[in-house]
């Protein structure tokens, strides 16, 4: 089971810290109908957590270009360790106030968080690569239809053509974002974000295949509720 002491030994310590059956979540919008704070309850464990500034400030020293589908600049809105008994999760958490950005960002942010997260993770005595069921998260309100008069509607129509003209990126993004609103759930496969490109590279960084849910809450709250055993039950 991990231990986040030891990451504090390495990394500033205000990015890590442990609680017991809630995490809260937060983040300071500027936009006061956004999602801004999130209670992610796992009852009778605890939920060791890793803050996003970590990943963030040493986002610039990763390519933007390292496959064709996979941007390392990337990152996500934070990592959570689950344990309870003999139950141990660890999840690539993003938040995302509206549907639309779960195609525009958080599908990309997943993998390439990942990929970083475990790079960080393989240098912890305690973190083992076996002991935790991997799966990622993305928070955001629900998918809302949107009228075909609308402005919106032109990043859509713009979609369609780089798929009909053989864009990849834009075809597994696409894939990818129409399981996650139909079904809430999507298996995000390596080989669509081109890891076997990175020879050089551990392959114990990346995953073969990775779940990835879809957890869709009230639209324009600005405060919610998750119960991670919800979640992992789809899992």
């Given at each position: 089971?991990?231990?986040?002491?030891d990451?504090?030994q390495?990394y500033?310590?205000?990015?890590?810290?442990?609680?017991?059956?809630k995490?809260?979540?937060m983040e300071k919008?500027?936009?006061l109908?956004?999602?801004?704070s999130?209670d992610?309850?796992y009852?009778?464990?605890?939920?060791s957590y890793?803050?996003?500034?970590?990943?963030?400030?040493?986002q610039?020293a990763?390519?933007?270009?390292?496959t064709?589908t996979?941007n390392?600049?990337?990152i996500?809105?934070g990592l959570?360790?689950?344990?309870?008994e003999?139950?141990?999760y660890?999840?690539i958490l993003?938040?995302?106030?509206?549907?639309?950005e779960?195609?525009k960002?958080?599908?990309?942010q997943i993998?390439?968080?990942?990929?970083?997260?475990k790079?960080?993770?393989?240098?912890?005595?305690?973190?083992?690569?076996v002991e935790?069921?991997e799966?990622?998260?993305i928070v955001?309100y629900?998918?809302v239809?949107?009228p075909?008069t609308?402005?919106?509607?032109n990043?859509?129509?713009?979609?369609?053509?780089?798929e009909?003209?053989g864009?990849k990126?834009?075809?597994i993004?696409?894939?990818?974002?129409k399981?996650?609103?139909d079904?809430?759930?999507?298996t995000?496969?390596?080989s669509?974000?081109e890891?076997?490109?990175?020879?050089?590279?551990k392959?114990?960084?990346f995953?073969?295949?990775?779940?990835?849910?879809h957890?869709?809450?009230d639209n324009?709250?600005v405060?919610?509720?998750?119960?991670?055993?919800?979640?992992i039950n789809?899992?």
């Amino acid at each position: 089971m991990i231990d986040v002491s030891d990451l504090q030994q390495i990394y500033n310590p205000s990015y890590f810290g442990v609680v017991t059956d809630k995490y809260t979540w937060m983040e300071k919008q500027t936009d006061l109908t956004s999602l801004a704070s999130i209670d992610f309850v796992y009852e009778g464990g605890t939920i060791s957590y890793v803050k996003s500034d970590l990943l963030k400030n040493l986002q610039a020293a990763y390519r933007n270009d390292s496959t064709k589908t996979l941007n390392l600049r990337m990152i996500c809105d934070g990592l959570l360790f689950l344990d309870r008994e003999e139950e141990h999760y660890f999840i690539i958490l993003e938040v995302k106030s509206g549907f639309k950005e779960v195609k525009k960002k958080a599908i990309s942010q997943i993998p390439a968080s990942y990929v970083k997260a475990k790079s960080i993770l393989n240098d912890i005595k305690t973190y083992s690569n076996v002991e935790y069921k991997e799966f990622g998260l993305i928070v955001s309100y629900p998918y809302v239809e949107i009228p075909r008069t609308d402005s919106e509607n032109n990043s859509v129509v713009m979609g369609h053509k780089r798929e009909m003209v053989g864009d990849k990126n834009e075809i597994i993004i696409s894939k990818y974002s129409k399981l996650l609103k139909d079904a809430h759930s999507a298996t995000f496969l390596g080989s669509d974000f081109e890891f076997d490109k990175l020879t050089g590279v551990k392959q114990n960084l990346f995953f073969d295949t990775l779940s990835v849910k879809h957890y869709p809450v009230d639209n324009h709250c600005v405060s919610a509720t998750v119960d991670l055993d919800k979640v992992i039950n789809t899992l």
